[in-house]
């Protein structure tokens, strides 16, 4: 393929992993989030050649055979999907944010999150839903 | 089973259903359609405000390789006009240019590089005309006309309504107040963007595939603009990544249908990106609001004048209604003996209006809520003491002259809100600001109706279908966008057919297969669609019994209940599950379907207007007080909300969970319309592009929010509820414009309220007092 595909494309076109959405091409929403070697990236910034070596975690494989991850758990539970365009690029920087702060709070997990955006929640839910799972994954 | 089942309470936290598939990605939108020999479509779009189209230079792109089409306006088959009431929309132009987003020509290529390529090569030739971006100026005499066949000019609509003697009623007040507000665009700014995939199916039906808020009607539309008989169309309406209104009627369907005919037999995809959503998709119209208000010494309201223009752009969408519901709404929840509410929308040339969340009520609001905080500063009354005084009750009449006949709570939110240590504690918190920040709370007081007036029914057929594995399948009507009305039929129909999410299915709206249902939009979506599905559930339940009644021997049908899966026979314990049962009924019996139209105002009103005004008077209001703390940067003017607090009328709450979803959401935006989002336009060209322009709300933006339900039966609503989709946004702005005033004495007209803006008016009242 062409060294500067984007990744996005990539995931959506070539490996039908529709999971990741676009919602601006330019990095400015934060819902093309993927993890690339366990840390957040967006992939709609991102090119083929960059992948090279690396290992990649959409939203599609965070969950296991038989559980959810804790954290779309949390999410299903707190109501924090409304329309639920933003909600996986928002898992995944979750997911990056708990690794780096285990226990976060509520300030530092808006913080860890202020580069996804969001339209319908008005963010709350989707707080609560993280600072649930942390609790959860904790303990 | 990943997610552990419920049973369907009403009244119950009932986790979404769409959340499971949403949170794992498994979920497909309309932008998520793909297949192994699709193609790609986009437009090129006009990028001068005005002009007529003289001709079109398509042949460079035409020979790119791997460009399957290039169409024009030639090639449109059929009226080549598209829109909801007046069809003045062209799919592709064909004579005039009325604003930057217009479509000139469609691509079809293989590839997004070679489309872009594609789009670049074209070129037209046109004359630029004088253009119009005023909508006070566009009703001048010899302003530039949008649409010359139009006999008024550039007026779409005038509207004119009043009750009482308003001129006498002035003379009698003690107090007058005079304001005027200016509130801008609004951009929807979706998560998910306009798209859209289409195909011809084997048997020649064409496929439409899109994210809208009106899968039936969208069919009327692209029929008549493509010259197609209406039987060919499907549409199917995935979950929408949001949509707010602006996904209310024909983004990329009509486009996508023409596509389709000229794809040579392959599936087309069309989905604009962040830019074009932002030029060619309808915004939040903007307002100039002239008010002038009096009371009486006591603080009684006597009399209410207000001169309202608003600016629909190029088209006229839905323009004149969301101005008839924004005049019913201009006089606030308030009970005002003489009112004269005068109404202007104008064509420009500027980016298109169209409906968003709220439909005209956040603009009217946002200046009666500060006038009525104005008032009782002139008067030296609590804020909160001139509302509680004025409010409307059950039985008294609306600003123009509509007898509230149903539930109205907007007393008992006053009190609610009362009585909130929020209140309570305000002065405490104002108190104690910081160096250089000052604190205010700031009130606002609302109402919404529902529905779509006296003449367009608002109406939903319900349908649902026992399948043959024993399943309740539910056929939603009305397009889910994100609000959980899908869910929402699942948790009415399994409390009232007594099943789990287990033994339930959902089908979202397809035109093939769910039955018209109108559109999602206007806070009816549950109500309206609910109200169906109530009487449908339960006359199946009926027909069930009655059959299970035969099958089990049994005389009556008395003691029979339906659980999860089966109908068991209490007192005896017989039973037969659900796929026994679909076995042995013929299959039409095992479908049940129901219609229901929302009732409509009686009254006629004392109105003038220019043309057939749709969407006045409303019967059914839902009601909401607002309070939010502020605090200001005096070196910066950077506004930061610390608190918010809404109390709302909105009946019973079905899922308490649900509720919060939807107040929180509208809050947000509706701080954001307030604070952020700027959207400028200069000569009809939008100079904030983008998301990093336009700003919308993070999570750093929206501070934690208090929401609380008053809880009022409203009986004509499914289990007692009314619209809760839009009421909270129209808030915010008042209620932070109050609480500006609040901590520093001063009012910005023109929204939203950046830090420039705070800090001119800052340096304007006082140059002495704001360091430099």
Redo the contacts between chains.
């Keep these: 393929m062409p060294s500067d595909r984007r990744v996005i ?1 990539i995931l ?2 070539d490996l ?11 990095g ?2 934060g ?1 093309c989030t993927i993890l690339v070697d366990g840390e957040s990236r967006l992939s709609c910034l991102m090119l083929a050649a960059q992948l090279e070596g690396r290992s990649v975690t ?3 494989g965070i ?1 296991s055979e ?3 991850h804790p954290l ?2 949390a ?3 707190h ?1 924090a ?8 690029g928002m ?1 995944l920087s979750a997911v990056d944010l708990l690794q780096r702060n285990p226990n976060p709070t ?1 300030m530092e ?3 860890g ?15 609560d839903a993280v600072k649930a799972a942390a609790r959860k994954i904790g303990s | 089973m ?2 552990k089942s419920d049973i369907f309470r009403i009244g119950h ?1 009932v ?2 259903a ?3 598939s ?8 309309a ?2 359609y ?1 297949s192994p020999n699709f193609v790609w479509a986009a437009v090129k779009r006009a990028g001068v405000p005005h002009a007529r189209l003289k001709s079109i230079a398509v042949e460079a792109a035409r020979k790119l390789p791997g460009v399957l089409s290039v169409l024009t306006h030639k090639d449109l088959p059929g009226s080549n006009r598209q829109g909801i009431i007046f069809k003045d929309q062209p799919v592709l132009v064909d004579a005039k240019i009325r604003h930057c987003g217009d479509a000139i020509v469609l691509v079809l290529a293989e590839d ?1 590089p070679t489309l872009n390529k594609a789009l670049l090569l074209i070129n037209f030739d046109y004359e630029p005309l004088p253009a119009i971006f005023d909508p006070e100026k566009a009703l001048e005499e010899r302003a530039p006309l949008v649409h010359e066949n139009n006999p008024d000019g550039n007026l779409l609509q005038h509207i004119s309504v009043k009750v009482g003697d308003v001129k006498e009623a002035f003379l009698e007040c003690t107090t007058i107040i005079e304001g005027s507000f200016e509130v801008p665009f609004q951009e ?6 306009e798209a859209g995939w289409a195909y011809l199916a084997e048997d020649g039906r064409l496929v439409i595939v899109a994210s809208t808020q009106t899968p039936f009607r969208d069919r009327f539309e692209i029929a008549s603009a493509l010259g197609l008989n209406i039987d060919k169309i499907r549409v199917i309406a995935p ?4 949509a ?1 209104g602006g996904k209310d009627g024909l983004t990329v369907q009509s486009l996508l249908g023409l596509a389709a005919l000229n794809s040579q037999g392959r599936p087309v995809k069309m989905w604009w ?2 830019e074009e959503s932002f030029l060619a998709g309808v915004k939040r119209l903007p307002a100039r609001m002239y008010y002038r208000l009096g009371a009486k010494a006591d603080g009684t309201l006597h009399a209410l004048d207000c001169r309202l223009y608003f600016d629909t752009g190029p088209y006229a969408h839905l323009s004149s209604e969301i101005m008839a519901l924004a005049m019913e709404h201009a006089g606030g929840p308030y009970r005002i003996p003489h009112t004269s509410i005068k109404g202007w929308c104008a064509y420009t040339n500027n980016p298109p209006g169209g409906p968003f969340r709220g439909f005209g009520v956040p603009q009217v609001t946002a200046a009666m809520e500060q006038m009525i905080d104005m008032l009782a500063a002139k008067l030296k009354m609590d804020p909160l003491e001139i509302r509680r005084q004025n409010a409307v009750r059950q039985g008294d009449r609306n600003c123009v002259g509509v007898t509230l006949v149903n539930s109205t709570g907007a007393l008992d939110c006053l009190e609610t809100l009362a009585a909130h240590p929020l209140w309570q504690e305000r002065k405490k918190w104002k108190e104690s600001a910081g160096s250089f920040k000052r604190r205010g709370v700031g009130l606002a007081c609302m109402a919404h109706g529902s529905g779509y007036g006296p003449i367009i029914p608002d109406e939903a057929n319900a349908k649902i279908e026992l399948t043959d594995e024993g399943k309740m399948r539910i056929f939603c009507g009305v397009s889910d ?4 009305n899908a869910s929402t039929c699942l948790q009415i129909a399994g409390d009232i057919l007594g099943q789990d999410a287990d033994s339930m299915e959902l089908i979202l709206p397809d035109t093939d297969r769910s039955l018209p249902s109108g559109s999602a939009s206007a806070s009816r979506c549950t109500y309206t669609y609910g109200n169906a599905l109530i009487r449908a559930a339960q006359a199946f339940k009926q027909r069930l019994f009655e059959r299970a009644s035969t099958l089990l021997m049994i005389p009556t049908s008395d003691d029979l209940s339906l659980i999860p899966g089966r109908i068991r026979h209490l007192p005896s314990g017989k039973e037969i599950s659900l796929s026994q049962l679909a076995q042995l009924m013929d299959p039409p019996e095992r479908t049940c379907t129901h219609y229901y139209r929302a009732p409509v105002a009686q009254e006629k009103l004392e109105l003038h207007s220019s043309s057939k005004v749709f969407g006045l008077p409303h019967i059914l209001f839902s009601y909401a007080a607002h309070l939010t703390y502020l605090e200001v940067d005096e070196l910066t003017g950077e506004i930061e909300i610390k608190t918010y607090l809404s109390v709302s009328d909105c009946g019973r709450v079905i899922n308490p ?2 509720y ?2 939807q107040i ?6 509706g701080l954001g319309y307030a604070l952020s989002e700027d959207f400028i336009v200069e000569e009809g060209k939008g100079l904030t592009p ?3 322009t336009y700003i ?5 933006d ?1 501070p ?2 208090v929401s609380i339900p008053v809880e009022i039966d409203e009986p004509t609503g499914p289990f007692g509820l009314k619209g809760i989709g839009e009421i909270s946004i129209n808030g915010p702005l008042p209620a932070v414009a109050n609480a500006l005033a609040d901590a520093c004495g001063i009012r910005v007209s023109r929204s939203p309220f950046t830090p420039e803006r705070v800090l001119s008016a800052m340096k304007e009242k006082a140059p002495h007092e704001v360091k430099p």
């Design positions: 494309d959506r076109e039908n992993l529709t999971g990741t959405k676009e919602g601006c091409g330019a400015e929403c819902a959409t939203i599609e969950a038989d559980r959810l779309q758990e999410f299903v539970e109501g999907v409304q329309c639920g365009f933003c909600i996986p898992v509520r997990i808006r913080q999150l202020s580069g996804n955006l969001c339209r319908c929640t008005g963010y709350q839910k989707i707080v | 990943l997610v936290p986790p979404r769409d959340a499971l949403k949170v794992t990605g498994q979920e497909k939108y932008a998520d793909y997004k929807h700014a979706y998560l998910e963007t979950y929408l990544g949001g707010f990106d962040r966008m994100g609000q959980g969970q649900i919060e979803q929180q959401g509208g809050i947000a935006q983008d998301l990093s919308i709300p993070t999570t750093l929206v934690e929010m």
